[in-house]
């Protein structure tokens, strides 16, 4: 069973700022497309950011210029950075670790909540 471990969320003022980090087994995540996704009550989960196994960086348009996705490899941990942050990226916030080729696989953390509130 991969375990993705997911932390940093809570409740944060209008243009503040968050880090989420996210732990992955050794055994994947040096191969492992590694990514960051929201999901806010009735709505579908959306991605926010993905950063690949060689530091290749992908954003929703609605992040960029405010969110960073980074990964340390010696930590197995990918984190997502995020300034200025607004009420309506209030979500939980899902970590993701693909697995493509021949062993592909989709694996998820637990989802950690971040609230956007004055």
């Known amino acids: 069973q991969v375990q993705l471990v997911e932390s940093g969320g809570g409740l944060v003022q209008p243009g503040g700022s968050l880090r989420l980090s996210c732990v992955a087994p050794?055994?994947?995540?040096?191969?492992?497309?590694m990514g960051w996704y929201r999901q806010a009550p009735g709505n579908k989960r959306d991605l926010v950011a993905t950063?690949?196994?060689?530091?290749?960086?992908n954003y929703a348009d609605s992040v960029k210029g405010r969110f960073t996705i980074s990964r340390d490899n010696a930590k197995n941990t990918v984190y997502l950075q995020m300034n200025s942050l607004k009420p309506e990226e209030t979500a939980v916030y899902y970590c993701?670790?693909?697995?493509?080729?021949?062993?592909?696989?989709?694996?998820w953390g637990q989802g950690t909540q971040v609230t956007v509130s004055s």
């Open positions: 050794r055994s994947i995540f040096s191969i492992a497309h």
């Open positions: 950063i690949t196994s060689r530091g290749t960086t």
């Open positions: 993701n670790a693909a697995l493509i080729g021949s062993s592909a696989a989709n694996y």
